[in-house]
């Protein structure tokens, strides 16, 4: 089994920064990519950024010039770096990984997520 834990989260005013740290661990030969998404209350969870082993990062729209993913050494350790934050990131954001405990086999994980709140 494979645990994603998540820290970082806050409250913040509008232009302050924040960064969500996802650390996993357990049975792991290699991960593929891990991700941040995010929930806010009535809304479809949706991807916020991703990096791959490989180190190809993608990002929303919505936080492209604000967020930075990043990976500190392997990939059992990353980070979104959150700048620049506006009412409308607050939500839960979840550390999302894909994950080979043996080469053969994929599996996908969640953490349990973080609350991140925006005020005016």
């Known amino acids: 089994q494979v645990q994603l834990v998540e820290s970082g989260g806050g409250l913040v005013q509008a232009g302050g920064s924040l960064r969500l740290s996802c650390a996993a661990s357990?049975?792991?030969?290699?991960?593929?990519?891990m991700e941040w998404y995010r929930q806010a209350p009535g809304k479809q969870r949706e991807l916020v950024a991703g990096?791959?082993?490989?180190?190809?990062?993608n990002y929303a729209d919505s936080v492209k010039g604000r967020f930075t993913i990043s990976r500190d050494g392997g990939l059992n350790l990353v980070s979104l770096q959150m700048n620049s934050l506006k009412p409308e990131d607050t939500a839960l954001y979840y550390c999302?990984?894909?994950?080979?405990?043996?080469?053969?086999?994929?599996?996908?994980?969640w953490g349990q997520g973080t609350q991140v709140t925006v005020a005016t």
């Open positions: 357990g049975r792991i030969f290699s991960i593929n990519v």
């Open positions: 999302h990984a894909e994950v080979r405990a043996i080469p053969t086999i994929r599996n996908h994980f």
């Open positions: 990096i791959t082993s490989g180190g190809s990062t």
